[in-house]
């Protein structure tokens, strides 16, 4: 089991940019891929990336590629979310999650417990 802590959410005005980190526990970080999703309030949960165990693929929704970037450090247990010229689309809260999914998009096993991102005009 992997439990898993996001940090780096805020308030930040249209067109700037936020890094979000995803810290996970344990010894076995590189057995899982890595997702990041979001859910705007009183919507449903969406997928916005994913990363393979060892980052060598990555795969993005439609509405954020080219202004979203995922990462991992396995060395750090941790994968990012740099977020550049947000709009205001993008408030949501941003989940962080881990598994063995079937693509970059899903099913995950492990979530983490949320981090707010509001981006204001």
């Known amino acids: 089991q992997v439990q898993l802590v996001e940090s780096g959410g805020g308030l930040v005005q249209v067109g700037g940019s936020l890094r979000l980190s995803c810290a996970a526990s344990?010894?076995?970080?590189?057995?899982?891929?890595m997702g990041w999703f979001r859910q705007p309030l009183g919507k449903e949960r969406e997928f916005v990336a994913g990363?393979?165990?060892?980052?060598?693929?990555?795969h993005y929704a439609d509405s954020v590629k080219g202004r979203f970037t995922i990462s991992r450090d396995n060395a750090k247990n941790t994968v990012y979310l740099q977020m550049n010229s947000l709009k205001s689309e993008d408030t949501a809260v941003y989940y962080c999650?881990?598994?063995?999914?079937?693509?970059?998009?899903?099913?995950?096993?492990?979530w983490g417990q949320g981090t707010q991102v509001t981006v204001s005009s």
């Open positions: 990363i393979s165990r060892y980052g060598s693929s990555t």
């Open positions: 344990g010894r076995t970080f590189s057995m899982y891929a």
């Open positions: 999650a881990a598994g063995v999914p079937v693509n970059l998009r899903g099913p995950y096993d492990y």
